[in-house]
């Protein structure tokens, strides 16, 4: 098997609605998702610090599994006009392995049932990594500005269009 063959070979995945039961889990996951990038700045990202129960109990959040085990996690919001990812995570041991393109994917998926125009995204600048898979992946990047939340971080807006005239 080598290093650019499809996520899909000898593995059953799947995407459900988080539930009350997955907070651990999505806790867990995404603090060792997030591992490398809280020692980047001074503070861990955001996404470390949530409260996730509100999250869940507004359907927000979405758990991507592999053979029964945990692999990923998105927490997507709806907006009026937009569906905003506020975080995606993928386990350590599935990462590089195509699962964060899967709950791009899902998002995507998401916004188009809602029937909304764009999903939107933010990251830290210094998470030079994510925003490749970004920009790969079709998002454009729309602006930085300040982190209100942590003095001396930038954040980078991005967002990635559909054409909701067509059929999915």
Same mark, same amino acid.
């Given at each position: 098997m080598g290093k =650019? =063959? &499809? *996520? $899909? *070979?000898?593995?059953s995945f799947g995407v459900r609605l988080a539930g009350p039961e997955d907070l651990a889990g999505i806790v867990a996951l995404t603090q060792a998702a997030y591992a490398p990038y809280s020692a980047i700045p001074d503070a861990p990202p955001l &996404?470390? $610090?949530?409260d996730y129960a509100p999250r869940i109990a507004q359907g927000e959040v @979405?758990?991507?599994e592999s053979d029964g085990e945990l692999a990923g996690v998105i927490a997507?919001?709806?907006h009026e006009d +937009? !569906?905003?990812i506020f975080s995606v995570a993928v386990s350590p041991a599935f990462q590089g392995k195509g699962f964060g *393109? %899967?709950?791009? /994917? +899902? !998002?995507?998926e998401q916004a188009r049932q809602c029937g909304l125009p764009e999903i939107r995204l933010y990251t830290n600048a210094k998470m030079e990594r994510n925003i490749a898979l970004y920009l790969a992946y079709g998002y454009r990047e729309t602006g930085r500005r300040p982190n209100p939340y942590r003095p001396g @971080?930038?954040?980078v807006d991005m %967002? /990635? !269009?559909?054409d909701t005239t067509s059929a999915s």
């Open positions: =650019d =063959d &499809p *996520i $899909t *070979i000898q593995s &996404p470390v $610090t949530e @979405w758990l991507l997507l919001e709806r +937009h !569906a905003m *393109i %899967a709950l791009l /994917k +899902h !998002a995507d @971080w930038v954040l %967002a /990635k !269009a559909f």
